[in-house]
């Protein structure tokens, strides 16, 4: 047996249920798990079983472990976004819950991912080759802004209302400290709402699309701003879920969210 992640079937033969790729015998009933050809960086991380009962089971899991993450994740994000229950400017004690709060969302997203059997790939975190992805994200960094500024201008031409929106500013004595948060919340929101939702929606609905959309509004609901900053930030959504769609890898995206944040921060 070799160390090699994905050398074994994800699905039992004999029972149904799934296993991480890496275990010869299968966690539920011990029985042996045929080998597997090596992925291509190609194919689907997680393909969905041949078999339809097994298939049927593989979707419901799916939902199931959506909803948990959504309840257990994404709902707290979403009601403190609205309650707008923070400090008028970032101290150390909720910058210190914003790091507990993130770290915590990665593990749990990270090991239902390893469940899969390849969670790099499934989250977009291979190796990076930085000078591309450091230019990629200054790129997108930039189109966000113009996504950004695009939303106001819809709602001004439309005539929406618009109300205050609500600003993020670190005390002196944190402020050092934003680089080092913001890439770990910019990190969380990427992995949660670019990888993983998107990965898992778009093999229950078969239509990428519509879960690159979903995500967006998702993203752009969870913050509680304003209908013009939501606006640019579901545009953010579409552009940062479109790219990593197309490229498998989330370094760029989180690299154009991080910078974003920062400028903001930094202004």
Not at 141 to 147: D, I, K, R, S, W
Not at 209 to 227: E, K, N, P, Q, T
């Amino acid at each position: 047996m070799t160390d090699s992640v994905g050398e074994f079937e994800l699905v039992c033969p004999h029972c149904g249920e799934e296993n991480p790729s890496e275990f010869p015998a299968c966690w539920s009933c011990h029985g042996e798990l045929p080998a597997a050809h090596p992925a291509s960086t190609d194919t689907p991380v997680a393909e969905a079983p041949s078999d339809p009962a097994l298939r049927a089971r593989r979707r419901k899991r799916i939902a199931v472990e959506i909803a948990v993450v959504v309840i257990v994740v994404w709902l707290p994000i979403f009601l403190a976004g609205w309650l707008e229950r923070r400090p008028e400017h970032e101290d150390l004690r909720h910058l210190g819950w914003l790091s507990v709060g993130a770290a915590g969302g990665l593990t749990l997203v990270g090991y239902l991912a390893w469940l899969d059997g390849d969670g790099k790939r499934m989250l977009g975190l291979r190796r990076p080759r930085l000078v591309r992805e450091l230019v990629l994200g200054i790129g997108l960094c930039g189109l966000m802004f113009l996504a950004t500024t695009l939303g106001d201008a819809i709602v001004a031409l439309v005539g929406l209302p618009d109300g205050p929106r609500p600003t993020r500013t670190f005390s002196p004595a944190v402020l050092w400290t934003a680089p080092f948060v913001y890439f770990l919340a910019s990190l969380f929101e990427e992995v949660l709402y670019r990888a993983y939702f998107y990965r898992r929606l778009a093999e229950l609905t078969r239509k990428p699309g519509l879960s690159i959309a979903v995500c967006a509004l998702a993203f752009s609901a969870s913050h509680g701003y304003a209908l013009g900053a939501s606006l640019g930030l579901f545009f953010d959504g579409l552009l940062l879920g479109w790219t990593f769609r197309v490229r498998g890898s989330l370094w760029a995206p989180v690299i154009a969210h991080w910078l974003f944040n920062l400028i903001l921060v930094y202004r």
